[in-house]
């Protein structure tokens, strides 16, 4: 099942998306595709439900009809860093000895095709297209056996960075990677049964057609599960908690002379299965 929301910013509603690719209204279902609605018992009602009775929302996804972060009211977007052997590699750095957790701010987060903005005093704004994980049984010190069942889905993920602001500006990483616009998510959130192996996806983000990121998630470090069970042994996770497991290489960062985005461009960007993003970059 593909859930998504749909509609105006801050107004979206809670949807899923048919065979047909025409989206089919939950409101009477559900208030939103948020919290406890992502709760295991409630998505398998969901997944009960004869989609062809629900009600047919007019216009086409991501053309006529906007779509928003797959999520409503994320309460944690965790993201892990230099999870890709080959993305450390291009970065300068070792793969560390255990996973890097740092914070997004849950004010970045868009729609997946919602304008990105470059932040004023930005000179190197990057992109990363990333596996998104979407917590659905919440809990803390999950052992890894039992990871999978906390998973309500999964999501495309632009993980867009200010590299000088991340690297160089006196603190954590948190302060090139929080800005407004820097976390699309979506365009759906698609449950476990229909992704089946989330470790063979492949994944690309492309720069004005200029394919930069060509990976697949059969090359991350620390797996899903781990990933999970080693969140949970420093925060509790929540209903509705991201989690961003971190990019392939081909980051702008990376490229011989590196190459950042300056405002004009089109990020297009997509994972196997999950479906596809496209944000127009603007400057601040």
């Known amino acids: 099942m593909k859930l998504l929301r749909y509609g105006p910013a801050g107004q979206e509603k809670p949807g899923l998306l048919d065979d047909n690719g025409r989206v089919r209204d939950l409101s009477a279902h559900v208030s939103d595709i948020s919290g406890d609605s992502l709760l295991p018992e ?3 009602q969901l997944q009960g439900l004869d989609a062809s009775s629900l009600p047919v929302v007019p216009g086409q996804p991501q053309e006529d009809l906007r779509l928003g972060p797959c999520v409503g009211n994320v309460g944690k977007f ?16 070792d793969v560390p000895p ?10 970045a987060i868009v729609g997946p095709d919602d304008d990105v903005e470059i932040p004023r005093g930005s000179e190197k704004t990057d992109w990363e297209v990333e596996l998104g994980v979407v917590i659905g049984k919440g809990g ?4 890894e056996a039992d990871a999978l069942q906390h998973v309500a889905g999964f999501c495309v993920i632009n993980d867009v960075s200010e590299r000088d602001f991340q690297l160089n500006r006196a603190g954590t990483w948190d302060k090139g990677k929080g800005s407004d616009t820097f976390g699309p998510l979506g365009p759906w959130l698609v449950t476990p049964d229909e992704v089946g192996d ?14 930069y ?15 999970i069970s080693y969140c949970s042994r420093f925060m509790s996770l929540q209903p509705g908690d991201v989690i961003s497991t971190g990019t392939p290489p081909g980051v702008g960062m ?20 999950l479906g596809i993003q496209t944000q127009n970059v603007k400057n601040a």
């Not at 965790?78 to 750095?93: F, M, P, Q, T, V």
């Not at 803390?140 to 052992?143: A, T, V």
């Not at 011989?256 to 960007?269: H, N, Q, S, T």
Request: hydrophobic residues 40%.
């Open 140 to 143: 803390k010190y999950i052992e």
């Open 213 to 227: 990121q060509n990976g697949s998630t059969s090359t991350m470090v620390y797996k899903v599960p781990h990933l």
């Open 254 to 273: 990376g490229q011989k002379p590196p190459v950042y985005l300056k405002g004009g461009e089109v990020m297009r960007l997509g994972i196997e299965k």
């Open 78 to 93: 965790i993201c892990i860093g230099l999870n890709y052997a080959d993305h450390a590699a291009e970065s300068g750095l």
């Open 98 to 107: 255990e996973p890097v957790v740092f914070g997004k701010w849950t004010s």
């Open 42 to 44: 409630k998505v398998a």
């Open 198 to 211: 989330f470790d063979q996806l492949a994944m690309w983000l492309e720069v004005d057609g200029h394919r």
